[in-house]
C-alpha cells in the first residue's frame, strides 16, 4: 500500500446561498498535508475559530467526495454527481441527518515537475432534516511550497 503525504497550502473559498437571508462568502488561507493512499487522494487541514479547533479530511474525487470533520464540529459530508447522499451532523442535542444534492463535483490535479497542486470544487444543496436550507459552493485550491 504505497502511502504518499506532502504539505500544501490551501485557499479555501465557500459561498453560501440560504434559502431565505443574503448571500455569505467566506475565504481562508491554510496550512495543511496532501495525502496519496491506496491511489485515493485527500487533503488534511485544522481549523481554528475562537480557540474551539476542528481537524477536516476531504476526500477528493470528481465523481465522489466526502468531507469528514471533526473536533468543534463533527460532521460527515459525501457528494456524489447526480446522487443525493446522506450524512449527518453532531449537535448538542443530538444528531442531524444531512442530506447533499450535488450539482457540480471537479478534481483536478496537476503534477507537473512533482509539485503537488489542484483544485477541488463542488456545488450543492444542502437539506438538514427534510428541509433545504440552501445551496453550496466550496473551492479549495492547494499547492506545494509556495
Known amino acids: 500500500m504505497n502511502t504518499f503525504e506532502k504539505n500544501v497550502k ?16 467566506y ?18 487541514y ?7 479547533t476542528v481537524k477536516t479530511t476531504v476526500k477528493l474525487g470528481s465523481e465522489q ?17 447526480d446522487h443525493i447522499e446522506n450524512g449527518h451532523y453532531e449537535t448538542q442535542m443530538g444528531t442531524l441527518p444531512i442530506n447533499t444534492n450535488t450539482h457540480s463535483l471537479i478534481h483536478e490535479e496537476n503534477s507537473e515537475l512533482n509539485v503537488i497542486s489542484g483544485k477541488f470544487k463542488v ?16 473551492e479549495i485550491q492547494y499547492s506545494e511550497g509556495q
Open 65 to 81: 467526495a466526502l468531507i469528514l470533520r471533526n473536533g468543534a464540529v463533527n460532521m460527515r459530508l459525501p457528494f456524489s454527481r
Open 10 to 25: 490551501i485557499k479555501l473559498t465557500s459561498t453560501i446561498r440560504p434559502t431565505d437571508g443574503e448571500t455569505e462568502n
Open 46 to 52: 485544522t481549523e481554528v475559530h475562537e480557540d474551539q
Open 123 to 138: 456545488q450543492y444543496d444542502l437539506i438538514i432534516s427534510g428541509q433545504p436550507v440552501g445551496k453550496y459552493t466550496l
Open 27 to 44: 475565504e481562508m488561507w491554510l496550512n495543511g498535508s496532501f495525502i496519496e493512499k491506496s491511489g485515493k487522494a485527500y487533503l488534511r
